[in-house]
């Protein structure tokens, strides 16, 4: 049995190969009119070895090293009353202006397009030495500017506190800032410096974002500690805009968020992107700490005639205090006593080949208009403003979610307008912890994922969930497809994989009997609403009384209790070590023989120093 399901996947996967590399040669028939025959045949080659599973991965990384943006220039020292932007206007390419340590610089500070180039970048940077800083590729923490901790986030763990950073402080005004990029400004670095905001002014939007719609390239931000205030509405840290080459790297981000009590604020995100029309991405998103009420991270979420691409997301840590949450101990809202907007850790509406890996998400809830989902891959044309919008080719592996009220939703559906997004296929899920989903604490669908397509939506295919480990009360899997209108979801694949079944193990979205899934039977529902799918070599734990293993596609195990899966330590299902026990028989019984649930080791090997 494992053997054939073992070929059915490898099929499935080759077919499906083929017909996105025809689809991408159809979309560069002039390379193909153009190339030989061979060199053509040698580039089909490398872009086949670049998927994982039926995702293909980001084709372009940015180089964000000290080596990768050279500054031989002249060094331009400022100090606390100097002119910043004066120092800005004047500085040539190559030139790195140092900012006295401990000094702050109160303004809108915008950074202009000059011709640089790759061998001769804009460095602002903290007067500090090198060596007061953490070492290159090392996350920065507040310890950095001098605080030892803010309550309700995780400890610090420092050295020493001690502030040697420089910090730049958004004037008073409803505005962006204090960063603006000129349209076209290109080749900055920005390194060692707290950039936030003044403490009860109005509204600010962005602390780091591109003027007038413009355009910018080759930016990084490198140990920065980017931050609002407690209780001011500050909707969020770096609006990506129409950017390319960005990178920002191994620093802190807390305090974005908005209680909707102005209409100009609502979504709150630490990181944003995806908007606009111009080119965007690639991106590097790599070993921060990211906080934000609405969504972590958000790509898309209104007009775009664009789609960034090529976006790297590893080992950082998404996090939502639960201080945010009314009635938690020390709770903290708005200046106005209103709880802040919370959604989810991570969103994408508009973005293509997307790897998240080795990341550690924890904390969300529901309550205002959403469930309480770890992570959202839904493409949407918002307002009717984006018909382009998609999102194709996201990896998700080797990372843990916790303390959610579930964990994913997929899902094809139409904007609040009726417009339909342009596609949602291709995702790449596995060797994930799903764990501590609660639907009662967390206030939401207490599920593992959402499968859905709605009606007039393009298909959603090409998804393949594997070796994942998830402790859902409620609900394994939500599926829903309007057949009426909308074709069965095709290639779905839900393998090797431990999972509690709870009492609805496999449950219609809604919608009556239209709904595929309308007679909550896994089988029924698998075979009505994909038209090819393989749900096989999987732990479904403790299903209930009433199912039986007829009902259920072949393959599968059915231990009766979380004891009989023999955990090293299930811990209740929060938190604990999900090794399986050399005594377990799921040991060995993938389709790969490999354990069933997440590589516990992968994930921890992946995630070390993250938290």
Same mark, same amino acid.
């Given at each position: 049995m494992t053997d054939i399901v073992a070929r059915i996947q490898a099929q499935n996967y080759v077919a499906n190969s083929r017909s996105r590399l025809f689809a991408g040669l159809q979309q560069r028939v002039l390379i193909s009119i153009i190339l030989p025959a061979t060199v053509l045949m040698t580039a089909l080659c490398c872009v086949a070895q670049n998927y994982d599973g039926p995702a293909?991965?980001?084709?372009?990384?940015?180089?964000?090293?000290?080596?990768?943006?050279?500054?031989?220039?002249?060094?331009?020292?400022?100090?606390?009353?100097?002119?910043?932007?004066?120092?800005?206007?004047?500085?040539?390419?190559?030139?790195?202006?140092?900012?006295?340590?401990?000094?702050?610089?109160?303004?809108?500070?915008?950074?202009?397009a000059k011709s640089c180039?790759?061998?001769?970048?804009?460095?602002?940077?903290?007067?500090?030495?090198?060596?007061?800083?953490?070492?290159? %590729?090392?996350?920065?923490?507040?310890c950095y500017a001098g605080v030892a901790s803010l309550p309700g986030r995780p400890a610090f763990k420092c050295a020493s506190v001690k502030n040697v950073l420089a910090k730049v402080v958004m004037k008073s005004m409803e505005a962006?800032?204090?960063?603006?990029?000129?349209?076209?400004?290109?080749?900055?670095?920005?390194?060692?410096?707290?950039?936030?905001?003044?403490? %009860?002014?109005?509204?600010?939007?962005?602390?780091?974002?591109?003027?007038?719609?413009?355009?910018?390239?080759?930016?990084?931000?490198?140990?920065?500690?980017?931050?609002?205030?407690?209780?001011?509405?500050?909707?969020?840290?770096?609006?990506?805009? %129409?950017?390319?080459?960005?990178?920002?790297?191994?620093?802190?981000?807390?305090?974005?968020?908005?209680?909707?009590?102005?209409?100009?604020?609502?979504?709150?995100?630490?990181?944003?992107?995806?908007?606009?029309?111009?080119?965007?991405?690639?991106?590097k998103i790599?070993?921060?700490?990211?906080?934000?009420?609405?969504?972590?991270?958000?790509?898309?979420?209104?007009?775009?005639?664009?789609?960034?691409?090529?976006?790297?997301i590893r080992q950082n840590h998404l996090f939502k205090p639960m201080s945010w949450m009314k009635g938690q101990a020390g709770y903290v809202g708005g200046a106005n006593g209103r709880p802040f907007i919370v959604k989810n850790l991570f969103e994408l509406k508009n973005a293509q080949r997307v790897l998240l890996d080795g990341n550690i998400m924890e904390n969300t809830w529901g309550g205002y208009s959403q469930a309480g989902f770890g992570i959202l891959l839904t493409p949407k044309d918002q307002g009717n403003h984006c018909p382009l919008c998609r999102v194709t080719d996201v990896t998700l592996r080797y990372s843990s979610i916790s303390h959610v009220a579930a964990g994913m939703q997929i899902a094809n559906g139409l904007s609040d307008a009726g417009g339909a997004a342009f596609a949602g296929e291709r995702y790449s899920i596995h060797d994930v912890?799903?764990?501590?989903?609660?639907?009662?604490?967390?206030?939401?669908?207490?599920?593992?994922?959402?499968?859905?397509?709605?009606?007039?939506?393009?298909?959603?295919?090409?998804?393949?969930?594997?070796?994942?480990?998830?402790?859902?009360?409620?609900?394994?899997?939500?599926?829903?497809?309007?057949?009426?209108?909308?074709?069965?979801?095709?290639?779905?694949?839900?393998?090797?994989?431990?999972?509690?079944a709870g009492p609805y193990p496999v449950w219609s979205t809604g919608g009556g009997t239209a709904n595929c899934a309308f007679y909550d039977s896994p089988l029924t529902t698998f075979n009505a609403c994909f038209s090819s799918y393989s749900v096989a070599a999987n732990a479904v734990v403790a299903p209930p009384s009433r199912a039986s293993a007829a009902d259920w596609p072949s393959g599968n195990f059915f231990p009766?209790?979380?004891a009989d899966v023999q955990f090293v330590d299930y811990n209740g299902g929060n938190g604990g070590d999900y090794h399986l026990q050399s005594s377990s028989p799921y040991k060995g019984m993938g389709t790969d023989g490999k354990d069933l649930g997440a590589d516990v080791d992968a994930v921890d090997s992946a995630t070390a120093g993250v938290q």
């Open positions: 293909e991965l980001p084709r372009v990384t940015v180089s964000s090293a000290m080596s990768d943006t050279p500054a031989p220039g002249a060094v331009i020292s400022l100090n606390a009353g100097d002119d910043l932007q004066s120092a800005l206007n004047s500085a040539a390419c190559g030139d790195t202006i140092q900012l006295q340590k401990g000094a702050t610089f109160t303004g809108r500070f915008t950074f202009p180039d790759d061998n001769h970048w804009i460095i602002v940077r903290t007067s500090s030495p090198d060596s007061a800083l953490p070492a290159e %590729g090392s996350r920065l923490t507040p962006a800032g204090p960063i603006e990029f000129a349209p076209q400004a290109n080749h900055y670095r920005l390194m060692g410096l707290e950039i936030t905001r003044l403490q %009860g002014a109005p509204l600010v939007y962005n602390l780091a974002s591109i003027e007038s719609s413009g355009t910018m390239d080759h930016i990084v931000f490198d140990r920065v500690w980017m931050h609002g205030t407690a209780h001011d509405d500050t909707t969020r840290g770096i609006e990506l805009g %129409g950017s390319t080459y960005v990178a920002i790297v191994d620093s802190f981000f807390t305090d974005f968020h908005c209680t909707g009590a102005r209409q100009s604020c609502g979504d709150a995100q630490a990181i944003n992107g995806g908007l606009g029309n111009n080119p965007m991405g690639p991106y790599v070993d921060n700490f990211l906080e934000a009420a609405a969504e972590n991270i958000l790509f898309g979420g209104g007009p775009a005639t664009a789609t960034p691409a090529d976006i790297e912890i799903i764990d501590d989903i609660n639907a009662v604490k967390y206030n939401g669908a207490g599920t593992l994922a959402q499968v859905s397509v709605g009606s007039g939506n393009p298909v959603l295919q090409d998804v393949m969930i594997n070796h994942v480990t998830a402790f859902p009360p409620t609900t394994m899997l939500y599926i829903g497809d309007h057949l009426t209108t909308t074709p069965p979801m095709n290639n779905f694949v839900f393998t090797n994989s431990i999972v509690n009766a209790t979380m």
